[in-house]
T-cell receptor, first 111, second 113 residues
Framework: GDSVTQMEGPVTLSEEAFLTINCTYT??????LFWYVQYPGEGLQLLLK?????DKGSNKGFEATYRKETTSFHLEKGSVQVSDSAVYFC??????????FGAGTRLTVKP | DTGVSQDPRHKITKRGQNVTFRCDPI?????LYWYRQTLGQGPEFLTY????????KSRLLSDRFSAERPKGSFSTLEIQRTEQGDSAMYLC???????????FGPGTRLTVT
């Protein structure tokens, strides 16, 4: 069945460092891909999404490109801030039904 | 703001008791989803409704679990004869049909002692 594998954490970076969190997926069709973020003590929030191959989702300085050839949707940010500390989840949804999530990657950004 | 709300936020129960959680979706959304999240893991799909119809159930949803959405608005998730393995965060989400993007509530944290 469909699944998502994402980079294990935790990831610790200094402020202004470059961030990459890897995400690869397995799907039978052409899913939509998402990154959700969970800040401490808060619920899951959609960060960005892409619905077809080569689409780039972006929000708050984060970007991810839907790569069908490598079945990947890696999350990147050029310069992280302390406020980006959170758990990041990669997810897919095929046919707009249930969503499959990765295990999450905890990011800590130190000043 | 009319985001997704869940009640209660925390529930502690003894093994063998029944518990019921409520979810109120965003009012314009006709799809409602339930997920379970354990520590260090991503959410796992349990079931979803489109309006009042329950369209899909995961194999994770044992016969001790039942979900309803009687009027196509709020939903309840009941767990009968709770077990310690049921301890988790139960998340509700809603979306437009075909919209893909799901909006999540804050979750109900269940602890079974």
């Amino acid at each position: 069945g469909d699944s998502v594998t994402q980079m294990e954490g935790p990831v610790t970076l200094s402020e202004e460092a470059f961030l990459t969190i890897n995400c690869t997926y397995t799907a039978t069709g052409y899913p939509s891909l998402f990154w959700y973020v969970q800040y401490p003590g808060e619920g899951l929030q959609l960060l960005l999404k892409a619905t077809k191959a080569d689409d780039k989702g972006s929000n708050k300085g984060f970007e991810a490109t839907y790569r069908k050839e490598t079945t990947s949707f890696h999350l990147e940010k050029g310069s992280v801030q302390v406020s980006d500390s959170a758990v990041y989840f990669c997810a897919l949804s095929e046919n707009n039904n249930d969503m499959r999530f990765g295990a999450g990657t905890r990011l800590t950004v130190k000043p | 703001d009319t985001g997704v709300s869940q009640d209660p936020r925390h529930k502690i129960t003894k093994r063998g008791q029944n518990v019921t959680f409520r979810c109120d979706p965003i009012s314009e959304h006709n799809r409602l989803y339930w997920y379970r999240q354990t520590l260090g893991q991503g959410p796992e799909f349990l079931t979803y409704f489109q309006n009042e119809a329950q369209l899909e159930k995961s194999r994770l949803l044992s016969d001790r679990f039942s979900a309803e959405r009687p009027k196509g608005s709020f939903s309840t998730l009941e767990i009968q004869r709770t077990e310690q393995g049921d301890s988790a965060m139960y998340l509700c989400a809603s979306s437009f049909a075909g919209g893909g993007e799901q909006y999540f509530g804050p979750g109900t944290r269940l602890t079974v002692t």
